[in-house]
């Protein structure tokens, strides 16, 4: 009984306290406690107090088995004993809290606004670094305050939507076109969002250096899919978004604005993939020496400890990252349905499947594409339009003969299967091309804009040779010409234009009887002032300066294919008879 009586007494005296009281001050991750009792207090361990369940182990666990049968303390009933005589006191325990934080100094120093406390390369001192310490303190509490945080997001907010305004006024004034397409717009939006929306993020939760980021797919993508003064435009705005959150906003615009400009200087003729790493290390190299420049400026290198190494090294890694460009230029055509001039270049390339199926099932097809993609590109060269797309539109535009290829002449040899047809069935022939043209693009997957090519590429014209036969045929009868009419739509644009009539004129050539300067360009004259006359380019932004201009291109290059050889003479019989003299003379000797 009295081994009993001292157990009790050492658990009481220690203290007993009630468990959820107890662990709410472990969750708070109290080590020590103050214990009232009357007018004497002590302070305690916290592991040093009991509940009443870890009273009842130690109780049971210290007692000495080969004197007392653990059966027998059990019979005991020994928690009946153990109540708490602790209690939690809410009220006292803030009254010393309060106690402890008014001896406390929260903030140490005085500084005006905008004074500098420490420049890059001092020393700090003991009241210095206090200073400092004070001053992250004041700030946390600052950012903690519920009315200056949501006063600094309705800031930026409001600010960014500012910029979104004049971005918007930009497109209106300058670039109307993409004002009314939902690819761009979407685009532009996307991009110009996704970085602030970082930037604050970062900022916010105190993450790693904001030049960590890759700002430089913005222009990257701009300058791909749209145009380099949109770019530019959109990538100044959206860095100034940035740089309202940031604390020196100075050396990350001048730096990320270089390295922007940089990127639409790199890929104005992008024709690869492989380019994007190029323009990747050259981006990196101009962030590097313009940062390298503001040190210089700063005179930080004449300071101990004054160039901050890791910005250099987040900078090179923001390089590497950009390269995210090159993963994501795929997707992103899919997803808003751009073309780039890189899959043009590699849809233009002879070994893809569709031009290798057109190649050996409709060979005199290929040639004639291949023809008017030369002849189209050097038209949109020389009028400024987008050369590569018509040249890769062109290598397209008819491949929906190979469902059919002998009823087109040029993969005839000898036999016309339209002899045996109505005027009328076999326009539709012709005709199906287009639709099964459109067919075929599907399913191989080529881009929305070559398919509009495809059907633009005749417009609403006729197929005449069959009409006028028709006509001829039946002279008293009226002929409906809506059989013999393409679907159409006309074209749309500068460079479906230029293939409508590049088409046009090629083809026709092929049924000159003899190539001179005169006929080729009365030919050209003919078949485009005959497109002209019937509105075929009426829904198109092509002037008539510009469809002088393509004549001129398609003049000169028709006569150049099918320039006159010159014949060579034939030797004489004297002087063939001189030459076996003079042979037979060289072989005596």
């Given amino acids: 009984m009295k081994h009993l009586v001292r157990k009790f007494t050492s658990v009481y005296t220690q203290g007993i306290m009630d468990a959820s009281d107890y662990d709410r001050l472990q969750s708070d991750e109290v080590t020590n406690i103050r214990v009232f009792r009357q007018n004497e207090a002590g302070t305690r361990s916290l592991k040093s107090i009991y509940t009443p369940k870890t009273a009842y182990e130690y109780m049971m666990a210290e007692t000495d088995s080969s004197r007392f049968s653990y059966a027998l303390l059990q019979q005991c009933n020994l928690d009946r004993f153990l109540q708490e005589n602790l209690s939690y006191d809410a009220v006292k325990s803030q009254q010393q809290q309060q106690e402890v934080d008014n001896l406390l100094v929260r903030f140490m120093g005085q500084v005006q606004a905008g004074q500098k406390i420490v420049d890059r390369g001092d020393l700090v001192d003991e009241y210095t670094f206090n200073v400092l310490r004070s001053m992250e303190r004041y700030q946390q509490e600052r950012s903690r305050s519920s009315r200056e945080q949501f006063s600094l997001i309705c800031g930026q907010a409001l600010f960014t939507c500012l910029l979104m305004v004049l971005l918007l006024l930009y497109f209106v004034q300058f670039r109307g076109d993409y004002v009314f397409n939902i690819s761009y717009v979407l685009l532009t939006l996307s991009l110009y969002t996704i970085f602030p929306l970082i930037t604050y993020g970062m900022m916010r939760h ?26 530019f435009i959109t990538h100044v705005l959206m860095l100034l978004a940035c740089a309202i959150a940031l604390h020196h906003p100075f050396e990350f615009l001048a730096t990320q604005m270089v390295a922007g400009l940089v990127a639409i200087y790199s890929l104005r003729q992008l024709s690869q993939r492989a380019e994007l790493f190029r323009a990747a290390a050259i981006v990196t190299l101009a962030a590097l020496c313009t940062y390298l420049c503001i040190d210089l400026v700063q005179g930080n290198f004449f300071r101990t400890n004054g160039v901050d190494r890791w910005t250099y090294i987040y900078l090179c890694l923001a390089g590497g990252l950009s390269l995210i460009a090159y993963l994501l230029l795929i997707p992103i055509e899919r997803i808003f349905g751009f073309t780039s001039s890189v899959t043009l270049v590699e849809l233009s390339n002879t070994n893809n499947p569709v031009l290798q199926r057109l190649t050996e099932e409709a060979p005199g097809t290929f040639q004639h594409s291949m023809q008017v993609a030369n002849l189209a590109a050097e038209a949109a060269k020389r009028i400024g339009g987008n050369s590569q797309l018509v040249r890769t539109a062109a290598l397209y535009h008819d491949i929906g003969k190979m469902e059919n290829p002998a009823f087109f002449t040029e993969n005839q040899n000898g036999v016309n299967p339209h002899e045996e047809l109505p005027f009328e069935q ?6 199906r091309h ?7 693009a599907e399913r191989y997957k080529l881009p929305p804009v070559i398919k509009e090519f495809i059907l633009t590429h005749h417009g609403r014209s006729l197929t005449r040779y069959f009409y006028i036969s028709d006509k001829n045929l039946h002279p008293d009868k009226e002929i409906d010409p809506a059989p013999f009419t393409y679907p159409g739509p006309n074209p749309t644009t500068l460079e479906q234009a230029i293939l409508m009539m590049a088409d046009a004129v090629e083809a026709a ?19 485009i002032n005959t497109q002209v006359n019937e509105g075929y380019f009426n829904e198109c932004p092509i002037t008539f300066l510009n469809i002088q201009e393509v004549k001129e291109v398609l003049k000169a290059k028709l006569k150049t294919i099918y320039h006159t050889r010159i014949q060579y003479p034939e030797m004489t019989a004297k002087a063939a008879e001189n030459e076996e003299e003079q042979k037979n003379r060289t072989t005596q000797i």
């Fill in 206 to 231: 105190h993450l790693m250096s904001v030049y960590l980021v890759p700002y430089c797919i913005l222009p990257i993508f701009m300058r791909i899919f749209m145009d380099s003064r949109t770019a």
């Fill in 426 to 431: 076999s326009a539709q022939i012709i005709i």
């Fill in 434 to 440: 287009v639709t099964d043209g459109i067919r075929l």
């Fill in 509 to 527: 050539s092929r049924s000159l009887s003899e190539y001179t300067e005169e006929s080729v360009g009365a030919l050209v004259e003919k078949i």
